[in-house]
């Protein structure tokens, strides 16, 4: 087995408006439904029968392949590390196991020369990460760098559940959609962002205490914002400006789509630290709005409130 390797820059090149369809996920999930996502299992055991139509699914979605076999030496270690990850990343990639032994034409056909290796594919491309076993948090370093460079690519979406996660006995059925965003997912659906955020502007004028209304407002508001942008444009020009308001904004908008609410809540506060006056308010009203846009309890939403409260007090 060969040891780890560092395979240097990942291959993605073609930058692109992003996919909003993760959003659009979490949007229908968070605010409006009684439900929301129900944990689930993304990990897939994939064949030669199998293989094509798991890769499609990175047109929407990461994809992460593992090749294993149970003769390679410390591979079983290799898959419970991805194995947890996976179902901890919840959907924002799903993890593809390939049997080399029992599939040995996909390894070929992909110049596989030792096992374990793991392989990210975003948009059909295949991007090599390592091979070998790493220690948890390597292994996190590569796919976080991946999910980056999906962005950067425009895909942001999230993976469906391919088996049900361990349910407690008694767990209710997901339940429908409330119909009072009837009107608003419709125009989500039509692409029409302007008209969802007004409708949802009539369910807060109606009721400014409607929780889900007010969540569901400010989603809608990111993806509106997100889909004129280019998330890699929007990045370098935030770097090298990192005192102009709008591009910080812009920015901290492609990190929280692309499921990465921390850095984009420590962006913004960050600049509500040097800024005054209605620039600096302008920052403080876009971080209450993008708090709205993740769960309550989110750790980073509730360490991002404190550092808020600090940097204005």
Not at 35 to 62: C, I, N, P, W
Not at 83 to 94: K, P, S
Not at 265 to 282: K, M, P
Request: hydrophobic share 45%; charged share 25%.
């Amino acid at each position: 087995m060969s040891s780890p390797q560092n395979p240097g820059p990942l291959p993605f090149s073609r930058p692109g408006a992003m996919d909003l369809s993760g959003l659009v996920n979490r949007a229908a999930s968070a605010p409006g439904a009684a439900g929301g996502r129900g944990a689930g299992r993304y990990v897939t055991d994939v064949d030669e029968a199998s293989f094509d139509a798991v890769m499609r699914k990175s047109l929407q979605h990461v994809v992460v392949v593992e090749f294993t076999s149970p003769r390679a030496q410390g591979a079983d270690q290799l898959s419970r590390t991805l194995d947890q990850l996976a179902e901890q990343a919840d959907g924002r990639w799903l993890l593809a196991r390939v049997d080399v032994d029992t599939s040995p034409r996909i390894a070929q056909a992909l110049g596989v020369q030792a096992v374990p290796m793991v392989v990210g594919v975003v948009g059909g491309q295949l991007a090599p990460l390592f091979q070998g076993v790493l220690p948890s948090e390597q292994v996190t370093a590569y796919l976080d760098e991946l999910l980056q460079a999906a962005v950067a690519n425009g895909i942001t979406g999230r993976a469906e559940p391919v088996g049900p996660a361990q349910a407690e006995e008694g767990d209710e059925e997901e339940a429908e959609r409330d119909p009072r965003f009837a009107a608003a997912d419709a125009a989500v659906d039509a692409g029409d962002f302007a008209l969802a955020r007004e409708e949802y502007d009539k369910l807060v004028q109606a009721n400014p205490r409607d929780s889900e209304a007010v969540a569901g407002r400010a989603a809608i508001g990111l993806l509106a914002r997100s889909s004129e942008l280019d998330a890699a444009t929007a990045l370098t020009t935030a770097a090298e400006n990192p005192r102009d308001v709008d591009a910080q904004l812009a920015a901290a908008d492609v990190e929280l789509v692309g499921g990465d609410p921390a850095a984009a809540f420590a962006r913004l506060i960050g600049l509500v630290r040097t800024t005054t006056g209605d620039e600096r308010n302008t920052v403080r009203l876009r971080l209450l709005e993008l708090f709205e846009t993740q769960p309550a309890d989110d750790p980073a939403v509730l360490k991002a409130r404190r550092d808020l409260t600090s940097a204005l007090f």
